[in-house]
C-alpha cells in the first residue's frame, strides 16, 4: 500500500490552515468563527492524508486487508467534526448575544491592555511636570552663573582699583622724595620748614585720598554684599516658585488621573470596577 | 479485589456525564432530588477516587480497554499513581465547589438557572476532567480537554452578562488555539509514529527522527502550555477568570490550568523524557513565576490579584518538570495536589467576602476582620498556605522544589530557586496587602456597603426597546440600590440577577470553604504519607516501564 499522501491534500490543508489563522486575527467574533471552522476543516484533512492513500471501506469480509484504508484518521475526524460542530454553535450564540448587547460582535479590549494604554497617558502628563522642572532648574543655574560672574566682575574691579591706588600711592612718594632732594639742592635749611610744611600736606593728602578710596571700597562691598543678599532672596523667591508650580502640576495630575479613573469606570461598568 | 480495581477506572467520567444526562433530562423539576443527584455522584466519584489512589498505591496501573478492544486498537483508560491523585483531588475540590454554589444558589433565590444550566454543564466539566486525567491515547486526551473546554466555555459567560462575553470571548478564542494546536500535533503524530496509544507511543516516538519528535514535542508543549497558562502564553487568564461567579472561577482557577500542568508531565515523562527542551521549560517557569507575581502586586481587585497569583504558582509545577528528576517531578505532583486545594479554597473565600462586604475590590473593603472573623479566617490559613508560611503544605512544596533545584545543581536551576523565594515572598506581600486592606484596616466611613444591601446585574432586556436597537443596547450596568446610594457593584450570581449581602452567611458556603481550607491543612498534617506517595508516583513517571506493561501486558507489537 502507498502510504505517501497526494500533493493536493497537502496544499489544501496548508491553504485553509493559513486563511483561517488571517481570520482568527480579526476582531469581529463571526469572522473568528469562521477561521475556526476553516482551520479545523484544514486539520481534518491533514489527518486524513496521514492514513495514507484511499482504500477499500476497512470491513472485514468485505475488503481485503491490503486494500483497506486506514480506519482510524477517519474515526479522529469524525470525533473532531463534531466537536467543531458543538464549538461552532456556542461561538455563533455567544457572537449573537454580543451583537444584542453592544450592536457588534467585536472583540472587547483586554481590561488590563486598556489600563496600560490609560498609564501611558499618565506617563506623558508625568514626563511634562519633569520636563517643566528640567527648565526651571536650567533657569536657576543661568542665573546663579550670572551672578557669580558680576561678582567676580566686583572682585577684578575692586583689584583693579586696589592697584591702581597703590600706584598712585607710589607716584606721591616719588614725586615727594624728588621734590625734597629738589629742595636739599635749592636753599639749605632756610626752606627746611617750607620743606617739612610740604611733606606734612603730601602725606596728609595721600592720608585723605587713602581714606576716600577706602571709603569708597567700603561702598562697594556694601553694594556687593546688598547684591548678593537680593540676589540670595529672588534665588529663593525662584526655588518657591518652582516648588509652587511642580505642587500645582501634581495636584492637576492627580485631578486628571481621578477623573480618567471615574470615566473610565463608568464606560466600563464592571470591568474596571475596583480594579485599578 | 485487585482484579475487580480497573472497573472502577472509568466510572469518574462515565458517572458524572450520565448524571449530567440525566439531569438535562430531567429539566428544572424535582430540584431537592436533582441537588443530591449531583452531590451523591461527585461524592461516589470522590470515594472511587479514593479506592484508585490505594489501590493504584498497592497494585500498580490499573487499565480498562474501553468495549474490550485491546489496545493499541481500543481507547484505554489508565489510572497510575498521578492519575488516581489528580482525580482524588479533583473530585474533593469538585464536591466542595458543588455544595458552594448549591448554598449561593439557595441563598440567592434562584432555582431555575443553576438546575438547568450549571449542575448539568458542571458535571460534564467534572468528567471532561476525570477523562483527561485517565487517558491512555493521546486522542482521548484531546476529547477530555475538549469536553472540559466545552462545558468552561458555558460555566464562564453563564447569564451572558456584558462582562462575561467579552470575557469569554478571549478565552474560547485563545482556548480554541490550543485545541487546533493540540489537534494538528496529534494528527502529526499518529502520521509521524502511526499509533495516538500513549504507551504505544512511549516505545515508537524515539524512534522517530530526532528533529520531527522535537516539533512533536514543542506543539504539544505549546497547547498544554496555553491551558496551563504558562508564560508568555498566560495573558488570557487574569482577564476571564475574575469575571465568572465564584464558584466557576474557583473550580477554574483551581482545576483547569492544572490538566494543562496534568498533561505537560503525562507527555514529558512518558513520551519525551531526553528532556530537550528543558532549560526552555526552566526558563519558561522563571518567566511564568516573576511575571505573575509581579502583575499580582499591581492589582487591587482580590480576584484579578488572586488570578495573577495562580499564573504565578503555575511556574513551580512547571520549574519540577522542567527538572525532570525524581524529586522535581514528587515535588510538582505534590504541589499541583497543594495548589489546586488552596486557589480553589481562597476563591470561594473571595466569594463569601463579596458576599459580607458587597465588593472584591479592596480599595472598598475595610475592617472585615471585626465583621466577620470566620471568613478572616477562612480566608488568613489558605492565604498564607499559598504564600508558602512554615509548616504549611505550601511550604512544604516549595521546599521540595528548591532541594530538587539546588540538587540539580546548575547554574539555571540555582537561578530558578532563586526567582522561586522571590517569587513566594512576593506572593507574601500580595497576600499581606489583601489581608491589610481588607480585613485589618478600620473601615473608611461611607466606603463599605451595609448588609443589606442588593448587588445588581441589570440585563438589558428588561427594557424591550434596547434588545435589537443596537445604537441604545450599551450592556447592563450593574447597579446597586442602597440607601447609601452607591454607584457601581458587580455581582457574581449564577444566572440569577442579585446577591443581597448579610451578616449572616450561607452555612453550605461556609461549610464547603471551610472543607477546602481544612483539606488543605490535611495536605500539611499528612505531608509524610503523601509526598511518600508522590516520590513514588514520580519514580513510576521515570520508569515508564510499569505503565507500558499495564496497556500491553504481553509487551507493545
Redesign the interface.
Given at each position: 500500500m502507498n502510504d505517501t499522501p497526494t500533493l493536493l491534500l497537502v496544499a489544501v490543508t496548508g491553504v485553509l490552515v493559513a486563511v483561517g489563522v488571517m481570520l482568527?486575527l480579526e476582531r469581529s467574533?463571526t469572522r473568528?468563527l469562521l477561521g475556526?471552522i476553516l482551520?479545523?476543516n484544514g486539520?481534518n484533512l491533514?489527518?486524513l492524508?496521514?492514513g495514507g492513500t484511499a482504500g477499500g471501506p476497512p470491513l472485514l469480509g468485505l475488503t481485503p486487508e491490503s486494500e483497506m484504508a486506514d480506519p482510524?484518521?477517519q474515526a479522529?475526524i469524525l470525533?473532531?467534526i463534531v466537536?467543531t460542530l458543538?464549538?461552532t454553535a456556542?461561538?455563533l450564540a455567544?457572537a449573537y448575544?454580543?451583537?444584542?448587547?453592544?450592536?457588534?460582535d467585536d472583540?472587547?479590549d483586554?481590561?488590563?491592555d486598556r489600563r496600560i494604554a490609560f498609564g501611558g497617558g499618565r506617563r506623558e502628563l508625568r514626563r511634562q511636570i519633569r520636563r517643566q522642572r528640567r527648565e526651571l532648574r536650567a533657569e536657576i543655574r543661568t542665573q546663579r552663573a550670572d551672578l557669580r560672574d558680576r561678582m567676580a566682575a566686583q572682585d577684578r574691579r575692586e583689584a583693579a582699583e586696589r592697584a591702581a591706588l597703590r600706584s598712585r600711592m607710589l607716584a606721591a612718594d616719588r614725586e615727594l622724595r624728588a621734590s625734597l632732594r629738589a629742595g636739599g639742592r635749592g636753599g639749605a635749611g632756610a626752606d627746611d620748614a617750607e620743606v617739612a610744611q610740604r611733606i606734612r600736606d603730601a602725606r596728609q593728602a595721600r592720608q585723605d585720598s587713602v581714606a576716600d578710596l577706602r571709603r569708597e571700597v567700603e561702598s562697594c562691598r556694601e553694594g556687593l554684599r546688598e547684591h548678593r543678599r537680593i540676589d540670595r532672596e529672588t534665588e529663593r523667591e525662584m526655588r518657591r516658585e518652582l516648588r509652587r508650580r511642580v505642587r500645582a502640576q501634581k495636584r492637576r495630575l492627580h485631578t486628571a488621573i481621578r477623573a480618567e479613573r471615574e470615566r473610565l469606570?463608568?464606560a466600563e461598568?464592571?470591568?474596571l470596577?475596583?480594579?485599578? | 479485589m485487585a482484579d475487580i480495581l480497573h472497573y472502577l477506572v472509568p466510572l469518574p467520567v462515565v458517572l458524572p456525564l450520565f448524571t449530567a444526562g440525566l439531569k438535562l433530562a430531567i429539566g428544572t423539576r424535582l430540584a431537592r432530588l436533582q441537588r443530591a443527584m449531583s452531590v451523591a455522584a461527585l461524592t461516589a466519584v470522590l470515594a472511587i477516587g479514593l479506592v484508585l489512589l490505594f489501590g493504584v498505591d498497592a497494585h500498580g496501573p490499573q487499565v480498562v480497554h474501553v468495549g474490550e478492544w485491546g489496545a493499541p486498537i481500543g481507547i484505554a483508560l489508565v489510572a497510575d499513581r498521578l492519575s488516581a491523585l489528580m482525580v482524588t483531588v479533583s473530585a474533593a475540590i469538585t464536591l466542595g465547589v458543588l455544595v458552594y454554589s448549591i448554598g449561593q444558589g439557595l441563598a440567592d433565590e434562584d432555582e431555575v438557572a443553576p438546575l438547568a444550566v450549571f449542575h448539568p454543564t458542571y458535571l460534564i466539566l467534572v468528567a471532561g476532567v476525570s477523562n483527561a486525567f485517565l487517558a491512555g491515547d493521546l486522542?482521548n486526551l484531546y476529547?477530555g480537554f475538549?469536553i472540559l473546554l466545552?462545558a468552561s466555555?458555558?460555566l464562564l459567560?453563564i447569564g451572558?452578562t456584558?462582562?462575561r462575553?467579552?470575557a469569554?470571548?478571549?478565552y474560547?478564542?485563545v482556548s480554541?488555539?490550543s485545541?487546533?494546536l493540540f489537534?494538528?500535533a496529534?494528527?502529526?503524530t499518529?502520521?509521524a509514529a502511526g499509533t495516538?496509544n500513549l504507551a504505544q507511543l512511549a516505545v515508537r516516538l524515539p524512534e522517530v527522527p530526532a528533529e520531527l519528535g522535537l516539533v512533536l514535542q514543542v506543539m504539544l508543549l505549546a497547547a498544554f502550555a496555553i491551558k496551563a497558562a504558562v508564560f508568555p502564553l498566560s495573558?488570557w487568564l487574569?482577564?476571564s477568570y475574575p469575571?465568572a461567579p465564584a464558584p466557576v472561577t474557583a473550580v477554574f482557577a483551581g482545576l483547569l490550568t492544572k490538566v494543562g500542568v496534568y498533561a505537560m508531565i503525562r507527555t514529558q515523562t512518558l513520551l519525551f523524557p531526553d528532556g530537550r527542551v528543558d532549560d526552555l521549560l526552566m526558563w519558561a517557569a522563571l518567566a511564568t513565576m516573576v511575571v505573575g507575581i509581579l502583575g499580582a502586586v499591581a492589582?487591587?481587585?482580590i480576584k484579578?490579584l488572586l488570578s495573577f497569583t495562580l499564573v504565578s504558582h503555575i511556574g513551580y509545577m512547571v520549574f519540577g518538570i522542567a527538572l525532570g528528576s525524581a524529586h522535581g517531578l514528587a515535588g510538582a505532583v505534590y504541589y499541583v495536589a497543594h495548589h489546586i486545594t488552596v486557589q480553589t479554597g481562597l476563591f470561594l473565600v473571595t466569594g463569601l467576602i463579596e458576599r459580607r462586604g458587597g465588593?472584591?475590590?479592596?480599595?472598598?473593603l475595610g475592617g472585615l476582620a471585626r465583621l466577620s472573623p470566620l471568613v478572616a479566617i477562612l480566608f488568613f490559613v489558605p492565604a498564607m498556605n499559598l504564600a508558602g508560611i512554615p509548616p504549611l503544605s505550601g511550604f512544604l512544596g516549595k521546599l521540595g522544589l528548591m532541594q530538587a533545584g539546588v540538587q540539580a545543581g546548575t547554574p539555571l536551576a540555582y537561578t530558578l530557586v532563586a526567582g522561586s523565594v522571590l517569587t513566594s515572598l512576593l506572593t507574601l506581600y500580595a497576600i499581606a496587602r489583601v489581608w491589610n486592606h481588607a480585613f485589618w484596616r478600620a473601615p473608611a466611613a461611607g466606603a463599605v456597603i451595609a448588609p443589606g444591601t442588593v448587588l445588581e446585574?441589570t440585563e438589558?432586556d428588561e427594557s424591550p426597546t434596547s434588545?435589537?436597537g443596537?445604537?441604545e443596547?450599551?450592556?447592563?450596568?450593574?447597579r446597586v440600590r442602597t440607601p447609601a446610594a452607591r454607584t457601581?457593584?458587580?455581582a457574581s450570581t449564577l444566572g440569577g440577577r442579585r446577591i443581597v449581602t448579610s451578616t449572616s452567611l450561607p452555612a453550605a458556603m461556609v461549610g464547603a470553604t471551610a472543607g477546602l481550607v481544612l483539606l488543605g491543612l490535611a495536605f500539611t498534617l499528612f505531608a509524610g504519607p503523601l509526598i511518600g506517595y508522590c516520590d513514588r508516583a514520580a519514580a513510576e513517571l521515570l520508569a515508564r516501564a510499569p505503565y507500558i506493561t499495564a496497556v500491553f501486558p504481553g509487551g507493545t507489537s
Open positions: 482568527l467574533l473568528v475556526v482551520m479545523g486539520i491533514m489527518i492524508s496521514t482510524l484518521p479522529m470525533t473532531a466537536i458543538g464549538v456556542f461561538l455567544m448575544r454580543s451583537w444584542q448587547l453592544q450592536g457588534n472583540v472587547q483586554d481590561a488590563e469606570a463608568r461598568d464592571s470591568d470596577q475596583g480594579s485599578d | 486522542f476529547v475538549e466545552t466555555y458555558v459567560t451572558g456584558h462582562a462575553i467579552r469569554g470571548a478571549t474560547v478564542v480554541l488555539l485545541s487546533l489537534l494538528i496529534v494528527g502529526l499518529y502520521a495516538v495573558a487574569p482577564d469575571t492589582q487591587t481587585d484579578r465588593s472584591t475590590s479592596m480599595t472598598d446585574e438589558e434588545a435589537f443596537p445604537g443596547a450599551v450592556g447592563p450596568s450593574s457601581v457593584a458587580r
